[in-house]
């Protein structure tokens, strides 16, 4: 071991979900805690809303584009949390009885939906998670229950963290709360877990992770330029007992596979088993008559829709075929979304297009219809088909541009079924939304960047069976004890549904075991801290449940 | 002018003079070039400009090959790729940018930023473009912020009911 190492108890790679509620509870029950965050540390007065490259909204997001498949995810203090749109279900009961690729249920038989609804309680009570009201929803999101019912189906206001009484409907979600509206982990977890003294290192990005001679762990990071991320401004090494990998399912794999030289050998799951969440986006060109003529639609001054702008991501999601008596491959969600330009316009085709179909004359023509777009969000169950290959040199891709935009070595290769899946949802939005003439619509085009997530999952997953899943049932990477995931890699595959509240849920359940192996390395931390605002019914309802999460 | 004839076939103008040979004129309005699309790329914050003079080598040199495909006979005043006719250049960058071509990640970071050029302004602060009237902002027509350069929505919805809800919701909004 290292004597000149700087050194901690609990060393968290990533402040997103997993890493934000792992530093939270191990901080306040007595823990060291040290979180490494690769991209910069925004305040609410920091996000900006502009779209110019090298604002706060590129800073805080990556995208990476693969081989069949681009992932846009969260790269800043809060992760994922500043970057989403606060959509907060629960995962349908069935989800936990797939079988995906692998012929067999995919989840550990520890979990399912009745053992995770105390934990889903602990994050709602956490984060002020409230079903919407019909008065809550958005211009778009009205539309889209008004042409769900039109075509016979039901629509349901979606369950969000978001306080809507300082929601002013900017749409800018995508670039952070400016008005703390949107309980990102910035105004819950992260301040309790400062305040039980875990300290959070921004624009620090991990290497790789290595083993000191008594077991504990050498946490290798570089130092990012705080504007120009291709920049490195140093590096260094942290010892610690305990690692909480959580740098998101683009990342965490990457890392494990660059120590892999290290550490010995990963299992068989690292960088395998990659799902987009089975998504998927159409573009729907409304007719303002139309809506106006079939809905009696009026925002009160002459425009019956008109609103693409106007918002705050989903607030309106269809669940007609979220029914567990239907096969495996045939059951999704479809969500109203809003996609700010600049990330995903180009991808938009054109209906009926003679020519190009995503860019060119007819393109610009429907950009000018832009304010007439409804975008609807497709969550289908996908094959796992993700693999990782090499990694890069550092980070989790080739970065290109300044911030935002890397090439990454994800493979991604559609199956039958997850191609069939896709076919069957958007003739399902096509029905619903071309009926009686609304609108015209098409799905992005997958030719460009392959296919689009902002919810990759599973690229480390958890499971029973070491030959497809590289976490065992509380988290701990095989073979590798004392290294736990609690992130979207852990997840075992798409949930169709928005996966926050699911991720959120697997680490708030991933944390006893995770205090048990730090008391085991003599690590004085207990276990039981309420939720971030003191709050204590959710823990009533978990404390019970300890004995089944650790370990004998 | 070989790059201002790609960004004009991936989101089209119409022409800043009548001798303007880069920009096609199929359309009316600005386009890329006119949204800066040029500015944008040669910005070092995409990181593809250093990359510009080979990029337009590549597509005057895949110009020659179409138009030879093609019985083309190219006008040698202008660079190939703008000698060619709007729908040719179409042609050409479908073909660049189908999957499974060598040289598709090139093209469609190149389409890609041609296209921020117009839809987002990537290039200038997002306000400041929308009160020079800037053509892609205005072409889509983003309203303009508050003015301390915020937006904010009081009217943003129909405040009704407009479906039934799903018959297993829980009481908390998630499915049952």
């Known amino acids: 071991m290292s ?127 409230a079903k919407q009201d019909w008065k809550d929803v958005s211009y778009a999101g009205g539309l889209w229950a008004a042409a769900c019912n039109h075509s016979g189906r039901t629509a349901n206001p979606l369950a969000v963290a978001i306080d809507n009484t300082k929601c002013v409907n900017c749409n800018w979600m995508m670039a952070g709360c400016r008005f703390e509206a949107k309980q990102s982990l910035l105004v819950n977890y992260l301040p309790a877990a400062i305040a039980h003294g875990a ?43 305990i690692v909480v990998m959580a740098a998101g399912a683009g990342a965490t794999p990457v890392i494990l596979q660059r120590s892999e030289p290290h550490l010995g050998t990963m299992p068989r799951a690292v960088g395998r088993y990659f799902s987009g969440n089975g998504e998927r986006l159409n573009t729907a060109i409304i007719d303002e008559e139309k809506a106006a003529e079939l809905f009696g639609l009026d925002r009160g001054d002459g425009l019956a829709y008109a609103a693409n702008q106007i918002g705050k991501g989903p607030t309106v999601a269809s669940w007609d075929k979220l029914d567990g008596s239907l096969p495996e491959y045939s059951r999704y969600s479809l969500e109203q979304l809003y996609f700010p330009p600049g990330l995903g316009t180009i991808l938009a085709q054109v209906p009926d297009a003679t020519g190009a179909s995503w860019f060119g004359k007819e393109k610009k023509e429907i950009l000018k219809k832009w304010t007439s777009w409804l975008t609807i969000f497709s969550m289908i169950e996908d094959d796992n088909e993700g693999v990782f290959g090499p990694p890069p040199a550092t980070g989790n891709a080739h970065r290109i541009s300044q911030q ?112 048990q192996a730090a008391q085991a390395k003599g690590i004085a931390v207990t276990y039981g801290a309420p939720a971030p605002d003191g709050s204590r019914s959710g823990r009533k309802k978990v404390l019970p449940l300890l004995p089944t999460l650790t370990r004998a | ?91 050409l960058i479908l073909r660049l940018t189908k999957p499974g071509h060598p040289e598709k990640d090139f093209w469609v970071m190149l389409s890609l930023f041609c296209n921020m050029s117009f839809d987002s302004a990537a290039h200038l602060h997002t306000a400041q473009a929308l009160a020079d009237g800037h053509p892609g902002l205005a072409a889509m027509g983003l309203s303009h912020p508050d003015a301390d350069g915020l937006w904010r929505f009081k009217d943003f919805g129909y405040g009704r009911e407009f479906a039934r809800l799903h018959p297993d919701t829980t009481s908390s909004g998630s499915p049952a």
């Not at chain 1, 609410?44 to 693969?66: C, I, M, P, W």
């Open chain 2, 1 to 91: 002018m070989t790059l201002e004839a790609y960004a004009d076939t991936i989101v089209p103008g119409q022409k800043r003079s009548p001798e303007d040979r880069a920009i096609a004129g199929v359309s009316t309005g600005g386009g890329a070039v006119q949204a800066g699309a040029l500015e944008l790329l040669e910005w070092d914050a995409t990181g593809i400009h250093d990359g510009l003079d080979d990029l337009a080598r590549l597509v005057n040199e895949h110009a020659e090959v179409y138009a030879g495909e093609q019985g083309l006979t190219l006008d040698p005043s202008v660079p190939p790729f703008v000698a060619l006719e709007y729908p040719d250049r179409v042609a």
């Open chain 1, 404 to 515: 935002m935009l890397g090439r990454g070595n994800l493979t991604y290769e559609p199956t039958k079924n997850t191609l069939g899946a896709w076919d069957a949802s958007d003739a399902e939005v096509k029905e619903i939304l071309e009926k009686d003439g609304l609108a015209k619509v098409m799905p992005w085009t997958n030719d460009l960047v392959g296919a689009y997530t902002v919810h990759p999952l599973s690229s480390c997953r958890m499971g029973d069976d070491p030959h497809t899943s590289a976490l065992d049932d509380r988290n701990e990477l095989r073979d590798h004890p004392g290294i736990f995931v609690t992130d979207g890699s852990a997840v075992p595959g798409a949930l169709t549904v928005n996966p926050a509240m699911t991720i959120a849920a697997l680490a708030e359940r991933a944390i006893p075991g995770i205090v």
């Open chain 1, 199 to 241: 300290e959070i290192r921004p624009l620090h990005e991990v290497q790789h992770i290595s083993r000191t001679s008594d077991g504990d762990y050498q946490v290798h990071y570089n130092v990012i330029h705080d504007e120009d991320y291709r920049l490195q401004a140093g590096s260094g090494v942290i010892e610690a007992k």
């Open chain 1, 3 to 129: 004597s000149t190492a700087e050194r901690t108890d609990v060393l968290v790679i990533g402040s997103g979900f997993g890493g934000a509620i792992a530093a939270y509870h191990l901080a306040a029950g007595g823990a060291k805690v040290t979180v490494l965050e690769r991209g910069p540390w925004l305040e609410s007065n920091d996000f900006e809303h502009d779209y110019k490259l090298g604002s706060s909204y590129t800073r805080a997001f990556d995208f990476v584009v693969g081989n069949g498949m681009s992932i846009l995810g969260g790269n800043c203090v809060g992760g994922g949390s500043v970057v989403y749109f606060a959509a907060m279900p629960r995962a349908p009961r069935f989800v936990f009885d797939r079988q995906g690729s692998i012929g067999r249920r995919m989840w550990p038989g520890a979990v399912s939906r009745d053992t995770l609804d105390p934990w889903y309680d602990r994050v709602e009570e956490s984060l002020s998670i």
